[in-house]
């Protein structure tokens, strides 16, 4: 077991370009969480999805789509990407109220 | 207003020093997890400690559950203790909410 594996762990992307971020949770976790980071600060929450369906959302931008798989994977979907973009995306898995554990990130530069 | 404070907001220590992070939250908490966050960015999970004292090496979480607070002692700091603490908790929906950080400068 590898943990919470996110894909890419890098990626640049132009400004009014997509992009698709991947999170593999822990085998057998359906609890699937997403967070930004900008420069180090706090963490925000941009979505929950528990046994594939969505249960909660935050900052996620109306540009940005996110669905859980049968596996319990899930992707961001983002679209017309703007400058302010550019952040941390930090993917967890759990089980239900059990701790999180948290993938090393995907840092998407918007240039 | 924000839902998991915690403070200090940064704290410089020389090696050797404790370390005393703190954390507040507005609302009921059924989890709540302390994380380690490397200058690099990655995350660290420390305590899941959602009531009572937990020990793992020279770190202590205490959390006082009806007072809606947390604490986070670091002894005998090290150069490589550096990095962002978090505090999260989560109510029943299992969304977590971060606090804001702590970010711990220890020097040699």
């Known amino acids: 077991d590898s943990g919470v594996v996110q894909s890419p762990r890098h990626i640049i992307k132009e400004k009014g370009g997509r992009s698709v971020l991947t999170c593999i949770p822990i085998s057998g976790h359906s609890n699937v969480v997403w967070y930004q980071q900008t420069l180090g600060k706090e963490l925000k929450f941009l979505i929950q999805h528990y046994e594939k369906v969505e249960r909660d959302k935050g900052f996620l931008p109306s540009r940005f789509s996110v669905q859980q798989f049968d596996d319990y994977h899930s992707e961001m979907n983002m679209s017309a990407l703007e400058l302010e973009d550019s952040a941390m995306y930090f993917c967890?898995?759990?089980?239900?109220?059990?701790?999180?554990?948290f993938g090393s990130g995907t840092r998407l530069l918007v240039i | 207003g924000q839902q998991v404070q915690q403070s200090p907001a940064s704290l410089v220590l020389q090696e050797g020093e404790n370390a005393e992070l703190q954390c507040n939250f507005s609302s009921t908490a059924t989890r709540l997890q302390w994380f380690y966050q490397h200058p690099g960015g990655r995350l660290v999970s420390l305590f899941y400690?959602?009531?009572g004292t937990k020990h793992t090496g020279r770190l202590t979480s205490t959390t006082v559950t009806n007072e809606r607070r947390s604490s986070l002692h670091i002894s005998s700091s090290q150069t490589t203790d550096s990095g962002t603490y978090f505090c999260a908790k989560s109510s029943n929906t299992n969304k977590v909410v971060f606090g804001t950080g702590t970010r711990l400068q220890v020097l040699p």
């Open positions: 400690n959602p009531s």
């Open positions: 967890a898995s759990s089980l239900v109220n059990s701790d999180y554990t």
